[in-house]
């Protein structure tokens, strides 16, 4: 057995590189968000949910101009003739350095609209805070890219791993010692730094130098113009609910729905990063249009990923009330029937999460804009009335909602890469549904009582 794996885990081919790539996407998965939970668990106890409700508010504004200002500098690497050329990753670097600063001074433009409309006047001070962390990230390796392009992923997950350590261990001593919601804020502009010194030092290869080629920025703008677009929408997929909520509930309770929304939506997560570290650049060497033998081994890539993030999600959602209840103290018990409620909200999340990256792999950046529009427009629509409605129960439910709206969508645009897997999406779509539909059914007193 231990033979067999390592067999299948040595050696440069295709199949070794992609089980490569995801047991170290799991590992680095695993890793960064037990260090979340550790840190969560601490941090609940030091500081009050009113802190973390703060910092969602904060996190809503600097996702937003990060989403806002994406060039797709990643994602052009990745797929990219051009991807190991330095003068290419040079002058995307240059851009990158540009785009940090333009973010600092969004952030300080913003401050005091923010902290109207919120009537938060801590924001004025916090925005600009946080935002200096952008021009830190802007100074990032494209090294990291590169190795990404070629699922060269071991260092890159150790490296990932210390630095957040380290964010963590900065970030609990401040809380100890100030107790405030400064602790976070400082521990995430010493996070930006130590991760940034720790991916340009330890990587190997040339570091960056600022270098301007006009063919490679307009390649790079021109293939980022539509991310930009599609980020931009991104942002209200990603950042909508809590935009959204945090103008119907107090603080407190927004601080606690971003600890259900962290609890119940891991797997949502690992799913994506599985899908962004492995199956982006799997899609890219072995597209599946080329042969019916692309075509399975993609299917088979993207059923297995689905098929574990369906079942850790079911996992947790059953689990969710009692492990809210014995990992936080009562202050946070409203976080429990939400991981239930997440868990049937992310299902068609996490079936469908694999048809993106079909069409970033080809550089069809155009419909990737065009579905992430018509997403992110269907999920504020179903979020407005939903919380309107619902409350708190419709900021949960939104998201899937919407997912579900787009998929015809999504269904025309993936059948042009042969990339659509109909028989597997309508199993895993329905099976999924039913269990978590079952698990909601078995804590519904809970969940209405609680969530009212």
Not at 2 to 24: P, Q, T, V
Not at 318 to 331: A, H, N, Q, S, T
Request: hydrophobic share 55%; proline share 4%.
């Amino acid at each position: 057995m231990i033979g067999r794996a390592k067999s299948l885990l040595s050696g440069e081919g295709l199949r070794a590189k992609a089980l490569r790539g995801s047991a170290l996407t799991l590992i680095n998965f695993g890793g960064a968000n037990v260090l979340r939970l550790i840190s969560n668990l601490i941090l609940t106890r030091l500081l009050f949910p009113e802190v973390f409700g703060l910092m969602a508010l904060v996190q809503v504004f600097m996702g937003g101009m990060q989403m806002f200002s994406d060039l797709g500098i990643r994602a052009s690497i990745i797929q990219n003739k051009r991807g190991d050329d330095p003068d290419f990753l040079n002058t995307a670097w240059t851009l990158q350095i540009i785009r940090g600063l333009c973010l600092f001074l969004g952030s300080c433009l913003l401050a005091f609209p923010a902290a109207w409309i919120y009537d938060e006047p801590m924001l004025i001070q916090l925005l600009p805070a946080v935002g200096s962390s952008a021009i830190i990230q802007g100074f990032h390796t494209t090294k990291a890219a590169n190795s990404s392009r070629h699922l060269i992923l071991g260092r890159m997950t150790v490296i990932g791993l210390c630095a957040q350590t380290v964010n963590l261990m900065t970030t609990i001593i401040l809380a100890w010692l100030i107790g405030s919601v400064w602790a976070l804020v400082i521990g995430a502009i010493v996070g930006a730094f130590v991760s940034m010194m720790a991916y340009r030092t330890f990587i190997p290869g040339e570091n960056n130098k600022l270098h301007w080629e006009w063919e490679a920025a307009r390649e790079l703008v021109g293939f980022g113009k539509y991310i930009f677009l599609s980020t931009a929408a991104g942002f209200l997929i990603k950042q909508s609910d809590r935009a959204i909520l945090g103008a119907y509930v107090s603080l407190a309770t927004l601080g606690i729905y971003n600890i259900g929304f962290f609890m119940g939506t891991v797997m949502f997560i690992l799913v994506k990063a599985a899908v962004n570290k492995v199956v982006f650049p799997l899609y890219r060497m072995s597209p599946p249009s080329e042969s019916p033998q692309n075509r399975a081994n993609m299917l088979r890539a993207r059923r297995l990923v689905t098929g574990a993030g369906l079942a850790g999600t079911a996992v947790l959602a059953f689990l969710g009330p009692d492990l809210i209840d014995f990992l936080y103290d009562p202050r946070y018990l409203l976080a429990g029937p939400m991981m239930t409620v997440f868990g049937l909200a992310i299902v068609p999340q996490i079936v469908f999460a694999g048809y993106p990256a079909a069409l970033l792999s080809t550089g069809d950046s155009r419909r990737f804009f065009v579905f992430n529009l018509t997403t992110a427009l269907c999920q504020v629509a179903f979020l407005f009335v939903g919380i309107q409605w619902l409350g708190v129960f419709g900021a949960i439910i939104g998201p899937g909602l919407a997912a579900l709206a787009t998929y015809p969508l999504m269904i025309v645009y993936a059948r042009k890469y042969d990339a659509w897997d109909g028989p597997g999406d309508a199993l895993f779509l329905g099976f999924g549904l039913a269990v978590h539909a079952a698990i909601c059914w078995w804590h519904w007193p809970l969940i209405t009582q609680r969530l009212q």
